[in-house]
């Protein structure tokens, strides 16, 4: 079947799309964005988390079908402004040394920039519970709690 | 494979009777795992996004009607108040990104015991409305379910919304699980003290085929309320009253030993988790005020 939708505010087409298959591996393997990242395909480990119309959700359990005339945002989409560099959290997750092997990063950093749109300053506790979907097998997680409190704070700094 | 969209659930139902064999999928965080992982392979699925009416949620005679496809997210953030039992459930699902897609209609649909909104609904003595094109009719989730993984619900049926009373006394939930969050439950225990009627009710989930009622643990927990006067007196509750409550609840459960836990430990914690939710439950009736 063929799949319209909006991807990092670009209409994009998709043809021969199975209507099983995830939105995950349409955007990784129709797409060409691999930042999104494959690990469980069963929502256990955030790596595949997208934006659908805005709301976090994990690309392995929507059927791709169900994506059609919606809005998807990936972590491709999130630096458009900044001219091909980061945007604030990427470089909090790079200044505070978060990324090791990386494979995490891109749904951390969508995970994060979830919570600071909702939760502009949040506690540690907040923090914890908005990231408790997003497994991590490098780091032990601490860097990416200083990274997301940089990036708080940065944000609070430019939002008044 | 079919993918089919519905407009509007006559769409859907319509969908339904002349495709008797499209699995719906709402916010398939149990479906696509199936799917991914090749366990199943329907002919067609039936996406249930697109009925307008399943996102919504409205107040109907002292209860909230809450569509099918309303996720988790939106029942803590929006009507948390109304029916506290469901919402302190809720936010115990899986992780922000599962609670944004998964739905009420999806976790009676699954019928698991381990359904973490079936335990709250069933002590709030609510309703499920489902239907197809042979007509509706509404369904008391006391009883939905007939096994593991099995309801009443007719192949050519879906579920529509669910109607749960307004909390009209304190609710509980505790689930038990190696973590705090993304846990699929040992067990768990939902507790409503309904103080206009002078009741109790409570749920075992995840320690027996299905969600299991507590009608022993309720009769004598009613009985000693009646005796010590205490729905009126607002005193303190005994602790030989909760703990006698606990181990009447856990002998209601029948569970059984898995990789998340042994018989024994499950109805262990039932009892415990029954004993804390009622401790929690009556500390917030003898402070409210009336
Ligand atoms: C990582 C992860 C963690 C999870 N953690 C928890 C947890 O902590 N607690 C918990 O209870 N569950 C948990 N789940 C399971 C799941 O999220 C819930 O059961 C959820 O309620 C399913 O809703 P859904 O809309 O996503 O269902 P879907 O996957 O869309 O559908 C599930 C089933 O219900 C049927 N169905 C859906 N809607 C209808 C309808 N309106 N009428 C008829 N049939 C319908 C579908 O055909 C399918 O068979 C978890 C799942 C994952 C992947
Ligand atoms: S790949 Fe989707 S949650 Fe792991
Ligand atoms: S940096 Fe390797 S998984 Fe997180």
């Known amino acids: 079947m063929r799949l319209t939708f909006d991807v990092n505010g670009v209409g994009q087409q998709a043809d021969d799309v199975w209507p099983g298959e995830s939105l995950l591996y349409v955007l990784r393997e129709r797409m060409g964005l691999p930042g999104t990242k494959n690990a469980c395909e069963q929502g256990e480990c955030g790596s595949c988390s997208v934006y659908l119309d805005g709301t976090l959700v994990c690309a392995c ?16 989409g999130l630096a458009t402004d900044s001219a091909g560099g980061l945007d604030h959290i990427q470089q909090a997750f790079v200044e505070t040394g978060a990324v090791q092997c990386g494979f995490c990063t891109p749904g951390l950093i969508m995970a994060t920039d979830d919570l600071l749109a909702n ?17 991590c097998r490098c780091t032990g997680y601490e860097k990416i709690l200083d990274a997301v409190r940089l990036a708080a704070s940065r944000r609070t700094e430019v939002t008044p | 494979m079919d993918f089919l969209y519905a407009r509007s659930w006559d769409e859907a139902l319509a969908a339904k009777a002349e495709r008797p064999d499209a699995v719906p999928i709402s916010g398939g965080t149990d479906l696509m795992v199936d799917l991914n992982f090749d366990r199943r392979r329907p002919d067609a699925l039936l996406d249930l996004n697109g009925v307008e009416e399943f996102t919504r949620w409205e107040r109907v005679n002292g209860h909230v009607r809450i569509g099918a496809a309303v996720p988790f997210t939106r029942i803590i953030n929006e009507i948390g108040s109304l029916v506290p039992g469901l919402a302190i459930a809720s936010r115990t699902v899986g992780s922000p990104q599962i609670r944004n897609r998964g739905t009420l209609g999806g976790n009676l649909a699954t019928a698991s015991p381990a359904g973490d909104a079936l335990p709250p609904l069933m002590v709030a003595d609510a309703t499920v409305e489902v239907g197809s094109v042979r007509g509706e009719r509404t369904v008391p989730v006391r009883e939905f379910f007939t096994g593991p993984k099995r309801s009443v619900l007719e192949p050519d049926e879906l579920i529509r919304a669910v109607l749960v009373p307004v909390a009209d006394g304190p609710q509980q939930f505790a689930k038990v699980g190696t973590r705090n969050a993304m846990v699929i439950s040992v067990c ?21 085929p299905t969600v299991l009622p507590t009608p022993d643990a309720e009769q004598y927990l009613e009985a000693e309320l009646a005796d010590r006067r205490l729905w009126d007196s ?23 030993d898995d990789v998340r836990g042994t018989a024994d430990y499950r109805r262990h914690a039932v009892a415990v988790l029954a004993r804390r939710t009622l401790q929690w439950t009556w500390t917030e009736y003898r402070r409210a005020q009336r």
């Open chain 1, 61 to 76: 359990l929507v059927a791709a079908p169900q994506a059609q005339g919606r809005a998807v945002r990936t972590v491709e």
């Open chain 1, 119 to 135: 939760t502009p300053t949040p506690s540690d506790a907040e923090i914890r519970e908005a990231l408790a979907g997003n497994l």
């Open chain 2, 188 to 208: 768990s225990f939902a507790l409503a003290l309904h103080p206009a009627r002078r009741t109790v009710a409570g749920c075992i989930g995840s320690a027996g």
């Open chain 2, 234 to 256: 607002r005193a303190e509750l005994d602790e030989a009253v909760a703990t006698r409550f606990g181990e009447l609840a856990g002998a209601h459960a029948r569970p059984i």
